[in-house]
């Protein structure tokens, strides 16, 4: 079932250069004290066997043990510039871009599942006080919006994708914000791509058709524009935008640190203040360490269907949505 779900060359492509993005910036966080992401600590603190095997989820009225060999590692992009520090329970910054890391320690295979930012999900509310008073139904980008400070607003954002999952533990998360993106591209000087959309009066330097250097803002456009696109405001086309620029980005990376070792911390030092996780250091480090081990099986999304209302709306197909979480997360019960 699950080869079925692979998106085919591009998306396999894609896959492979978002994972190992993240884990050029995993491998130089040891060695970067006096630059620790914000939430990072020193103590690993990750979900223990014990408590994954005592765990069972419910899908479909049928009742499933989670698989004790999976880990999950929610990868989190925010539409905002700067890490931001705010007064009050509500923040402005939503989750653009949303991805889960699947790790299976038993095969030694890592799956991404990308969740469009669109999907209409229950979001825990938070109150002044941080605590949940409740769910609304909403996109569930808007998860991260919620809570006083960027790590609230993480930890709303995998509670949020926890209970669109059947509510599958999610591990740990890594968010970067959206104002990383001109620095990472200028630190490699530019990526390449080729436009596809119709950036006409928006950036006319990205010409339809066109193979394109892309440099600071515009390849903050090319990754993040949405809503000023002509005839397609959803997120679908976006989606493919950053999958082509994210290939594009980490083979840059590549060619930068294969002519210079120092490049990683380079490239660490200019995003890090843009960088938040809940990981602690000895865990990134050794989590950077046994990827080296691991397969890409590929990249898998969430079927449905988008629906034009005051926001554009993705609707998960709840069988197959049950089905894919089965097949991600869990064994069958032993009688």
Known sequence: MRKSRLKGVLAAASTIALFVLVVILLNTLEHMSEKTPEGAGTVSTPI??????????????EEYRLDLDISALLL????????????????????????????????KTCTILQIDRNTMAEVPVLGSNGKSIGTTTHQICYAHSYGEGVKQGCENTVNAVSQLLCG???????????????ILNDTVAGVMVTVED???????????????HLMGEH????????????????????????????????????????????????????????????????ELSKLSGDLDAYTLEGFVSIEG???????????????????????????????
């Open 198 to 212: 119709d950036f006409t009066g928006i950036d006319d330097t990205l010409v339809q058709g066109e193979t394109v």
């Open 168 to 182: 599958v533990p999610i591990d740990n998360y890594l968010s970067l914000t959206m104002g990383a993106i001109p």
């Open 219 to 282: 390849a903050y456009n090319f990754v993040h524009e949405r809503m000023r696109m002509p005839g397609d405001d959803s997120n679908t086309s976006r989606m493919r935008r950053q999958s082509v620029y994210v290939a594009a980005l980490a083979e840059a990376i590549r060619e930068k640190m294969d002519a210079d070792d120092g490049f990683a911390l380079t490239l660490f030092s200019a995003v890090a203040d843009y960088l938040v996780t809940d990981c602690a250091i000895d």
């Open 48 to 61: 223990s066997r014990e408590s994954r095997a005592a765990k069972y989820v419910t899908v479909g009225g």
């Open 305 to 335: 269907e988008n629906v034009k209302k005051e926001l554009i709306e993705f609707y998960p197909d709840e069988e197959k949505l049950q089905e894919l979480v089965v097949e991600l997360f869990c064994v069958p019960v032993e009688e």
């Open 76 to 107: 989190i992009g925010t539409d905002d510039m700067e890490r931001e520090q705010h007064e009050g329970h509500r923040s402005q910054a939503m989750a653009d871009y949303l991805a889960l890391a699947i790790l299976n320690s038993r095969e």
